[in-house]
C-alpha cells in the first residue's frame, strides 16, 4: 500500500532491546500469545527467547503452519476475547503478547464484521491471565489513516479513549491512559516503553507498547 513502511523485523528486535536495557531476562517469561495468525510477524522473535510459549489463534487454517513453525509450543484454536471474557481458572503467563488487528474485527450473531475492536474488549480483562508481576505488549494505532471511511471504528475509539480526537493521539496522552487504565485493574506501571511498528507517509503511525506490570497489594 503506498505510504505505509513497516518495520516487521526491526520493530521487534528494537523492542526486545530496549527490554533487555531495562534488565528483562525473557528466558525467565512463559508467554502467550492472543492472536498468533502463523505466528511469522512477530511471535517467532519471541519464541525462542522465552522459556515457554503458548499460541492462541481463532482459524484453524492457520493450525498447520503454527505448529509446524513453533513444534515446541502449545497451540489452541479458539476465540481469544470470547475465552477470557467467559472462561475461569485460566492458566496464567508473566508475558503476555497480544498482536491484536486494526479496526473491527470478529462477527456478532448477524454475521457483520463489528464486534471487537483492536485490544479494547481484551486489555481490560487481562488481570484474568496474567500473574502478579507480569510484562505486556499490545499494538496501539495513534493515528489511522482513511479514518473517515470506518465511521463505527472511530466511534469505538472514542468511547475507549474517552476522547473525541483519536485520529492524532500523542505518546503522552496514550501512556498516561494505559497507566491510569492498568491501575484501575489493580496494577501499578514499573516501566514502559514503546517502539515504531508501522511509518505511513513518515507518520508514526503504529506502536508496540510494552508495559511491566506488578500487582498493587494495597
Not at 12 to 32: D, M, R, W, Y
Not at 182 to 198: A, C, E, L
Amino acid at each position: 500500500m503506498k505510504g505505509i513502511v513497516t518495520r516487521w523485523k526491526k520493530g521487534p528486535k528494537e523492542l526486545i532491546s530496549k527490554l533487555a536495557q531495562k534488565g528483562v531476562e525473557l528466558e525467565k517469561f512463559n508467554a502467550l500469545e492472543m492472536f498468533g495468525r502463523n505466528g511469522t510477524w512477530h511471535t517467532s522473535f519471541f519464541a525462542d527467547k522465552v522459556k515457554s510459549i503458548e499460541i492462541w489463534e481463532i482459524d484453524k487454517k492457520w493450525e498447520k503452519k503454527l505448529e509446524k513453525n513453533f513444534p515446541n509450543s502449545k497451540i489452541k484454536i479458539l476465540d481469544s476475547i470470547k475465552t477470557i471474557k467467559e472462561e475461569e481458572n485460566l492458566k496464567k503467563f508473566n508475558l503476555l503478547l497480544i498482536d491484536n488487528p486494526m479496526n473491527i474485527f470478529g462477527q456478532n450473531q448477524e454475521g457483520r464484521k463489528e464486534n471487537y475492536c483492536e485490544h479494547f474488549e481484551i486489555l481490560p480483562e487481562i488481570s484474568k491471565i496474567i500473574q502478579d508481576e507480569s510484562l505486556v505488549i499490545f499494538n496501539i494505532n495513534r493515528c489511522p489513516f482513511d479514518y473517515d471511511k470506518y465511521p463505527l471504528w472511530e466511534q469505538r475509539r472514542e468511547k475507549f479513549y474517552n476522547n473525541t480526537n483519536t485520529n492524532n493521539m500523542s505518546l503522552e496522552f496514550l501512556h498516561e491512559f494505559y497507566t491510569n487504565l492498568f491501575q484501575k485493574m489493580g496494577f501499578k506501571t514499573i516501566f514502559y516503553i514503546n517502539t515504531v511498528r508501522i511509518f505511513y507517509f513518515e507518520n508514526d503511525m503504529i506502536y508496540y507498547f510494552a508495559y511491566y506490570l506488578k500487582k498493587d497489594k494495597k
